[in-house]
Antibody
Framework: QVQLVESGGDLVKPGGSLRLSCAAS????????MSWIRQAPGKGLEWISYISTGGTFTNYADSVKGRFTISRDDAKNSLFLQMNSLRAEDTALYYCARDLVPGRSTSDYWGQGTLVTVSS | DFQMTQSPSSLSASVGDRVIITCRASQSVDTYLNWYQQKPGRAPNLLISAASSLQSGVSKRFSGSGSGTDFTLTISSLQPEDFATYYC?????????FGQGTKLDIK
């Protein structure tokens, strides 16, 4: 069965960095676009990035562009999100998701999320 | 950016009720519109993609319609497991914005 397991969330100070990982199993990871979506505590969903198969194309929300970098390692069935220059407003549960439709972040499987807290 | 506005923001209903949630886009998104269900403490679950395509394994109580700027999610006969928060999402243009959510609870 499809499984996505995020890790790497932590408490970090403003201006700090963090790298999130998402381990995928139960499907051919290299065949799928993947996305990151976040949810601030008690708030709604915010799409933040997707990456194409092979990692050729990436796209970001303006709120994270220039600070976050999405990447993937198909040999390790893993998705990553490098987060730099973190701000209090980046505090959220971060989900990785498999995309049903290439380039459309229509996410048919989601992980359980990893919590990032940005606070001094 | 495309703004997605759901109505109502919250809704109380009873088991067996027919419920309609609407989602309006600030510009046409064609039929690039998804619906998700999220229960407390859980990840969202894709119910409907491309405005009206029911995902495998999702109850036929759920249906979606619309195109352009106006969309609806209909639950034909509410069941206890349907009480949750529902989000629409446009995937016509990045950033792929979500509606603010509609919280459906028991009357």
């Amino acid at each position: 069965q499809v499984q996505l397991v995020e890790s790497g969330g932590d408490l970090v100070k403003p201006g700090g960095s963090l790298r999130l990982s998402c381990a995928a199993s139960g499907f051919t990871f290299s065949d799928y676009y993947m996305s990151w979506i976040r949810q601030a505590p008690g708030k709604g969903l915010e799409w933040i990035s997707y990456i194409s198969t092979g990692g050729t194309f990436t796209n970001y929300a303006d709120s994270v562009k220039g600070r976050f970098t999405i990447s993937r390692d198909d040999a390790k069935n893993s998705l990553f999100l490098q987060m730099n220059s973190l701000r209090a407003e980046d505090t959220a549960l971060y989900y990785c998701a498999r995309d049903l439709v290439p380039g459309r972040s229509t996410s048919d499987y989601w992980g359980q999320g990893t919590l990032v807290t940005v606070s001094s | 950016d495309f703004q997605m506005t759901q109505s109502p923001s919250s809704l109380s209903a009873s088991v067996g009720d027919r419920v309609i949630i609407t989602c309006r886009a600030s510009q046409s998104v064609d039929t690039y519109l998804n619906w998700y269900q999220q229960k407390p403490g859980r990840a969202p679950n894709l119910l409907i993609s491309a405005a009206s395509s029911l995902q495998s394994g999702v109850s036929k109580r759920f249906s979606g319609s619309g195109s352009g700027t106006d969309f609806t999610l209909t639950i034909s006969s509410l069941q206890p497991e349907d009480f949750a928060t529902y989000y629409c999402q446009q995937t016509y243009s990045t950033p792929f914005t979500f509606g603010q959510g509609t919280k459906l609870d028991i009357k």
